[in-house]
């Protein structure tokens, strides 16, 4: 009875917090933006990040650098680096935000750079945000800050949530799964990672390891179009529609933490503001690792999404046109970092392929140990063994591979420390670069809509390429031997013994779960 009138009660708000879903719906013809194409009016190379690097710049007119960055520390770092320096416009267009402590900080940079006059603009799908009044979404309410959300869920009660996935799959199935942070339309940081602790900092319990790439130059142009494609698609919505997204309370409550955070963390604040300026110094003086080449920067049209609603047959997009002609180019080598690597019938004969006809192929993806979606590795697991005894080079990475400094710590990060790879890159010949949001996956490819850059550069490829070979240290070699699938590899630093016929770090239990994730069609994984 007390369920029945809990639930009784809550039905008049069920109205109440329906909110539109397309900038189609008549509710919101009288929507007015506060950021607009006139506040892009500037050359983007007379701003002070682009002056740094002026002679690079103009010296080749479709010039770009890149400049890789390995470690989720100094992701954050420089994202918070450039927001301090930008003095026209950033744009942040995101899958998942977490409302936790580095996103917190995070967006605290750009609220800084708003007051300063910046215009902000900030896009996140819907899926991947956690809160209506997170801090993100309440900061639409500054003057020089807007926020939209994409693909929004009609009803805000978290209680009919899953109802509504299943009533409107189609659409709620796929997901803008593009990462872009771009600042004063010069410099673009783009790859796998979304915004978090668990993408930033190596001490939360479940640590994504993952790759970012700093580009400066004719490439974030693209970047910048590509993100005003969907900021302007009737499928994001501002934020301000959402029922307490206006909430003058929430905004003075955000301000208090924001306050409390200055003086709680007075120490690791001034420790932080350090590295900051260290950063800024560094690029000043040019001291950032570019490498120079040519970019080419691909995204899904967000269209893509619309598709799906309209149950249109999926053919593959731009990213996997390109991504075959790399592949059919290829001559001598290939490494794969594919965190959900699922490549479908045609992709394991490509592979194969080019393996047969003297491409040696590299892949490194996760163990299940290591992943975070063992419905995926269940569906790799049958290309897997297909691609070992077609030759390819197969690892599978540790779920904790770092060394401990004692006996305790060894201890505690057995318990808690979980290391899930999360990248999404590849290099072709030792010259050609591929990074972004896209998995190699029939998600990435029919359903959620991905970014990619694509850079020709032997100096950059060489620097990834040695990264890839880096985490093939801290994995399991998967190979055949007497025609079983065998598992070896270090921990630690030293060589483990022993040889698995089964997948190593998991429970018997994990394994019989992994063996039933096999009935889910690997388009839904």
């Known amino acids: 009875m007390d369920k029945l009138y809990w639930l009784l009660l809550a039905l008049p708000l069920v109205g109440w917090t329906k909110i539109p879903t397309s900038m189609r719906d008549k509710r919101l013809a009288k929507y007015t933006p506060k950021i607009t194409s006139k506040d892009f009016a500037y050359d ?41 320096m930008a003095t026209k416009t950033i744009d942040l267009q995101t899958y998942i935000y977490s409302n936790d402590f580095s996103a917190h900080v995070l967006i605290n940079e750009l609220k800084n750079a708003a007051d300063r006059g910046v215009k902000v603009r900030i896009l996140i799908d819907d899926y991947g945000t956690n809160s209506d009044i997170a801090d993100v979404i309440l900061l639409n309410q500054h003057p020089n800050i807007e926020v939209k959300i994409f693909n929004a869920v009609k009803n805000r009660l978290r209680f009919l949530y899953y109802p509504q996935m299943l009533m409107d799959f189609n659409r709620l199935n796929s997901r803008m799964h593009n990462k872009l942070f771009i600042v004063d339309n010069i410099a673009l940081i783009t790859g796998g990672r979304n915004i978090g602790s668990n993408y930033f900092m190596p001490e939360t319990a479940m640590n994504f390891s993952d790759t970012d790439v700093l580009f400066l130059g004719k490439i974030t142009e693209s970047a910048t179009k590509s993100f005003n494609d969907y900021w302007n698609h009737p499928l994001a919505i501002p934020a301000s529609v ?54 080419q920067f691909l995204a899904d049209p967000a269209a893509k999404v619309e598709m799906s609603m309209m149950r249109k047959e999926r053919r593959p997009g731009e990213i996997i046109i390109a991504l075959n002609r790399l592949w059919r180019k290829a001559k001598k080598s290939a490494y794969v970092s594919a965190a959900y690597f699922v490549p479908g019938r045609g992709g394991i004969n490509t592979i194969l392929a080019e393996e047969k006809s003297g491409v040696h192929v590299t892949i490194v993806t996760n163990s299940l140990g290591s992943t975070n979606a063992p419905t995926v590795y269940g569906k790799w697991e049958k290309y897997r063994n297909a691609l070992v005894r077609g030759g390819v080079e197969i690892y ?12 305790k710590r060894k201890r505690e990060q057995r318990r808690s420390c979980f290391s899930v790879m999360h990248s999404k890159t590849i290099v072709f010949d030792d010259k050609i670069s591929w990074i972004g949001s896209f998995n190699l996956d ?36 998967v ?43 690997e388009k839904f994984v």
């Open 44 to 84: 983007n190379l007379e701003t002070p990040i682009a002056k740094v690097y002026s002679d690079e710049l103009a010296h080749v007119s479709d010039a770009s650098g890149a400049s890789l960055i390995q470690d989720g520390l100094s992701a954050f770092v420089i994202r918070a680096t450039f927001a301090r």
């Open 396 to 407: 599978e990475f540790m779920q904790s591979a770092e060394k401990p400094r004692n006996q």
């Open 442 to 477: 029939p998600r990435s490819t029919y359903y959620n809509t991905e970014n990619v850059a694509i850079f020709e550069s032997p100096e950059f490829a060489q620097k990834l390429r040695n990264m890839i070979i880096d985490d093939t240290k801290l994995s399991w070699r």
């Open 479 to 521: 190979t055949e031997t007497n025609g079983k699938i065998t598992w070896c590899g270090h921990r630690y630093g030293e060589e483990v013994p022993r040889k698995y016929h089964h997948c190593p770090d998991t429970t018997i239990f994990k394994r019989i779960f992994k063996f039933f994730t096999k009935i889910i069609p």
């Open 242 to 295: 959402l029922p307490r997204a206006g909430s003058a309370r929430a905004l003075q409550k955000l301000d208090q933490q924001f306050k409390k955070l200055e003086r709680t963390s007075a120490r690791r604040a001034e420790k932080y503001n350090k590295i900051i300026l260290m950063a800024l110094n560094e690029y000043k003086n040019k001291n950032f690792d570019f490498s120079w080449g040519r970019g």
